[in-house]
Nanobody, 124 residues
Framework: QVQLVESGGGLVQAGGSLRLSCAAS????????MGWFRQAPGKERELVCR?????????????YYADSVKGRFTISRDNAKNTVYLQMNNLKPEDTAVYYC????????????WGQGTQVTVSS
């Protein structure tokens, strides 16, 4: 199983920005499909965005963003650093949640590895 460690969460005012990082273990990070999820209190975990691996035949859209974050969030990856990033701009109070990094490390279309989560709180 892949180890994932998120960082970069915190408290920010509405309209502000944060960048989350997720460092992954493993020698084949460039083959992992990576994603960011979030879970707000009382709500189900939802997919925020995902980015494919070097070659990907499952997803035709790359990267994918939930409608609620399109134009504000950007997912990127640095394969040399085994790290995926989530740049969040123009944050809104409704973005408040615990953000999780996830990996599909076996190319099965299943998120098989998860980070511990990092809290993002946006004040109005």
């Amino acid at each position: 199983q892949v180890q994932l460690v998120e960082s970069g969460g915190g408290l920010v005012q509405a309209g502000g920005s944060l960048r989350l990082s997720c460092a992954a273990s493993g020698r084949t990070f460039n083959y992992y499909r990576m994603g960011w999820f979030r879970q707000a209190p009382g709500k189900e975990r939802e997919l925020v965005c995902r980015i494919r691996r070097s070659s990907d035949y499952i997803y035709s859209d790359n990267p994918y963003y939930a409608d609620s974050v399109k134009g504000r969030f950007t997912i990127s990856r640095d394969n040399a650093k085994n790290t995926v990033y989530l740049q969040m701009n123009n944050l809104k109070p409704e973005d408040t949640a615990v953000y999780y990094c996830a990996a599909d490390s076996k190319s099965r279309g299943v998120w098989d590895s998860w980070g511990q989560g990092t809290q993002v709180t946006v004040s109005s």
